[in-house]
């Protein structure tokens, strides 16, 4: 079945320095979109990316589709203490398959 | 956008035990889904619950466990049946926006079992 996976893992971030964290699909995606999952809380859309080769900026976010529609990235730029959660891609395959969530990745920022 | 509520948002139970979530949403909706999300893991979708038609169930998850209700286009109910710690756990109900694709999650019920 489709499967999504995201790296990495865990970022730690001293604030202001930039943070990435990317996803790769096994199969081609209709779309993608990220969520984000603070500590205790549940997650949050942030955007959802439909086209090959899309990029689309959120104040100091910037997300990214790749060209197959295979992967996808988010970019921080200049992280802040706010920005400390988890952050999930999650892929719709084709027809009515499910949305498949990455494993995510945990963002913690040093002040 | 749409607003969830689901309760209980904790539980402690004991092993071998039932427990039912409530979900209810502020508006209609055709597709309510029901994710899992273990400790630290990410979410995994248990079932699709769809009004007047049975459940929809992913991989790994049967009826017999998580049986699901869908009386009316706002509510839903998910139960954990038979408990056992292996069930400990955030149950999280969610709707999609049909315009946007974007979901809506509720607070989420962390179940812990003993």
């Known amino acids: 079945g489709q499967q999504v996976m995201q790296i990495p893992q865990y970022q730690h971030v001293q604030e202001g320095e930039d943070f990435t964290t990317y996803c790769n699909s096994s199969?081609?995606?209709?779309?993608i979109q990220w969520y984000k999952q603070r500590p205790g809380g549940h997650p949050v859309f942030l955007i959802q990316l439909v086209k090959s080769g899309e990029v689309k900026k959120q104040k100091r976010l910037t997300f990214q589709f790749g060209e197959a529609k295979k992967n996808s990235s988010l970019h921080i730029t200049a992280t802040q203490t706010t920005d400390v959660g988890t952050y999930f891609c999650?892929?719709?395959?084709?027809?009515?398959?499910?949305?498949?969530f990455g494993k995510g990745t945990r963002l913690s920022v040093i002040a | 956008s749409a607003v969830i509520s689901q309760k209980p948002s904790r539980d402690i139970c004991q092993r071998g035990t039932s427990l039912t979530i409530q979900c209810q949403v502020d508006s209609q909706v055709t597709m309510m889904f029901w994710y899992r999300q273990q400790p630290g893991q990410s979410l995994t979708l248990i079932a699709t619950?769809?009004?007047?038609?049975?459940?929809?169930?992913e991989s790994g998850f049967v009826i017999d466990k998580f049986p699901i209700s869908r009386p009316n286009l706002t509510f839903s109910t998910l139960t954990v049946s038979n408990m056992s710690p292996e069930d400990s756990s955030i149950y999280l109900c969610?709707?999609?926006?049909?315009?946007?694709?974007?979901?809506?999650f509720g607070e989420g019920s962390r179940l812990t079992v003993l």
């Open positions: 969610s709707v999609r926006d049909s315009y946007t694709g974007e979901l809506f």
């Open positions: 199969t081609t995606l209709s779309n």
């Open positions: 619950a769809n009004q007047g038609s049975e459940a929809t169930y």
């Open positions: 999650a892929g719709w395959g084709a027809g009515n398959t499910p949305l498949v």
